[in-house]
């Protein structure tokens, strides 16, 4: 889609410095339907121990665009927790600054989708037991447990919105169970090419490269379309090349491999391979490892990114004291 913005700040709350978060449970799992029309199926998805059961409204399941509220809510919240405000799950904002922040159309029409949105946010019931902040929870909820709009008695335009977030997103910025996003994320106007950035962003993030199967992908994404139209999905995608950060190359074996755009690359991260994660999930059990990893990396950079012997080692001695640790909390 164009900028619709370009002059603007990307955010123009009063916090100045937010970028945009996207919480790590929900860009591992497919639980915003990716279709255009009100999607109104009982999905259920179980993968490497992470069961999850979506339930829509009467108005369909919660959008891959619909997220766009969630991210700017944990963008600004990010925001707060990094310049060490008092934070709650309930945020008051201008509509306006929500609609630029997230590349939409400010007319009236910009207004009542956005009103669309909540209704069907707070309609999508979820249970699960994927883990946030260290805790393993089997719950149902809503993504948003409550909204309100304030509007102008005359003309009608929305003054501010209210968000209550629901207790599972919390945690997750509390924890810092979050990554940032490319600001050109909101410039994708496909669904499935939002999806498959936020894919990308979670499995390859810093790395070089990041290999996976269509199949895989497929499941991962929550396409409800047969394999072999998600895979020229995929090779349309390939063609056009425009996600942000990151390319796809179609590889035998009906394989996907996504790679870093930029040439300069943190080759410093420490690289672990697919045994030693399977390692960690056996440690673990219930954990996001893909999170556990993430946060592992950032610990490691902040101590002084100290030379490994065995990075496998390393990650898994860490790993071992985390569980330890939240096992006494």
């Not at 697919?274 to 950032?298: H, M, N, S, V």
């Not at 950079?301 to 909390?329: I, Y």
């Amino acid at each position: 889609m164009p900028q619709r913005h370009p002059t603007s700040d990307f955010f123009v709350c009063d916090i100045f410095d937010a970028s945009p978060k996207d919480d790590l449970a929900s860009m591992e799992h497919p639980i915003f339907s990716l279709a255009t029309r009100p999607d109104r199926r009982v999905l259920a998805y179980d993968h490497n121990g992470s069961q999850i059961e979506i339930v829509p409204s009467v108005k369909g399941r919660a959008t891959i665009h619909d997220k766009d509220i969630l991210i700017y809510c944990i963008s600004q919240l990010m925001a707060a927790v990094n310049a060490g405000r008092t934070i709650g799950r309930t945020l008051t904002l201008r509509a306006h600054d929500l609609l630029v922040a997230t590349n939409r159309d400010t007319s009236g029409d910009g207004y009542t989708r956005l009103r669309d949105a909540f209704e069907r946010l707070a309609g999508t019931r979820i249970t699960t037991n994927l883990v946030t902040g260290g805790l393993e929870v089997t719950s149902g909820f809503g993504l948003i447990e409550g909204w309100e709009i304030v509007r102008r008695s005359r003309g009608g335009r929305m003054v501010s919105v209210t968000v209550t977030l629901s207790d599972w997103l919390y945690r997750a910025v509390v924890s810092k169970s979050v990554l940032t996003l490319s600001r050109d994320y909101f410039r994708l106007r496909k669904p499935l090419e939002r999806r498959i950035y936020e894919l990308a962003r979670k499995h390859c993030g810093r790395q070089r490269t990041w290999q996976v199967s269509v199949a895989v992908l497929h499941k991962k994404s929550g396409s409800a379309s047969p394999v072999r139209v998600f895979r020229a999905a995929l090779r349309r995608m390939i063609v056009e090349n425009h996600l942000p950060d990151y390319a796809l190359e179609e590889i035998a074996g009906d394989k996907i491999t996504v790679m870093r755009r930029d040439t300069v690359i943190d080759m410093a991260l420490p690289a672990l391979d697919p045994d030693t994660l399977e390692a960690a999930r056996a440690r673990a059990p219930g954990f996001d490892i893909y999170a556990l990893q993430a946060e592992w990396f950032a610990w490691w950079q902040q101590s002084g990114q100290a030379p490994l012997r065995s990075s496998a080692k390393a990650f898994l001695g860490w790993l071992d004291k985390r569980v330890e640790r939240d096992a006494r909390a």
